[in-house]
């Protein structure tokens, strides 16, 4: 019973050529998240998106972009990808944080390792 | 920055109860603490979360300190599978717009056979 799937569970790609990532849920959750986790680093938040509302991180470098084309899927783009853009990255997904009661849990995928030769 | 303090790593045996103890000493009164962990080449898993009273579900049990500056999530009866990097988070609900989990090191658990 996935709920949060990523594809590829690995991607190699070339320096400088771009590539997407992708993220698919079957939760119905209104908040969709991308992280970036490095070897032995907690994982970093690059943006979100609340429906069709994207919210940036202040760090996340231009290099990266993300498209919500529906509830279900969030893409992330990384245009021209260097050496220090591999890591594992993770797609997350919650609850709409405006309804009462509602907890800050949030449910993730298995990740897509990317590595860039 | 995160603001919580673990310990980077710990060791259980298998079968024994695993304590990982978690300092937010800085939480407000409208912060929850929240546990997640990692297994190993996968995503972070939800494990618990509570605001003052103690917690407990099919996963763990979480005792927070009556200050409320401290906790401990208690995994009873620790497997090989609990291996795993924890992560404690202190997170307000009511944060608006911001939904950010602000994730700290965590502490890498090995629970050995």
């Known amino acids: 019973d996935a709920m949060v799937i990523q594809n590829p569970r690995y991607q190699v790609t070339q320096f400088g050529k771009p590539v997407t990532l992708s993220c698919s849920q079957t939760l119905n959750h209104n908040v969709m998240y991308w992280y970036q986790q490095k070897s032995s680093q907690a994982p970093k938040l690059l943006f979100h998106?609340?429906?069709?509302?994207?919210?940036n991180e202040a760090d996340t470098p231009d290099n990266f972009q993300s498209r919500r084309p529906n509830t279900s899927f969030c893409f992330l783009d990384i245009r021209s990808p260097g050496l220090g853009d591999a890591a594992m990255y993770l797609c997350?997904?919650?609850?709409?944080?405006?309804?009462?009661?509602?907890?800050?849990?949030?449910?993730f995928g298995p990740g897509t390792r990317l590595t860039v030769t | 920055d995160a603001k919580t303090t673990q310990p980077p790593s710990m060791d259980c045996a298998e079968g024994r109860a695993a304590n990982l103890p978690c300092n937010h000493s800085t939480i407000s009164g409208n912060e929850y603490v929240y546990w997640y962990r990692q297994i190993h080449s996968q995503g972070p898993q939800y494990i618990i979360h509570?605001?003052?009273?103690?917690e407990t579900n099919e996963m763990a049990s979480l005792i927070i300190t009556e200050d409320r500056k401290s906790s401990t999530l208690i995994l009873p009866h620790a497997t090989l599978r609990d291996t795993a990097v924890y992560y404690c988070i202190v997170r307000a609900h009511n944060a608006g717009n911001n939904r950010k989990l602000i994730w700290g090191l965590g502490t890498s658990l090995a629970v050995n056979p």
């Open positions: 997350a997904t919650s609850r709409d944080l405006r309804l009462a009661g509602t907890s800050y849990e949030q449910y």
């Open positions: 509570g605001l003052k009273n103690n």
């Open positions: 998106y609340y429906d069709k509302d994207f919210n």
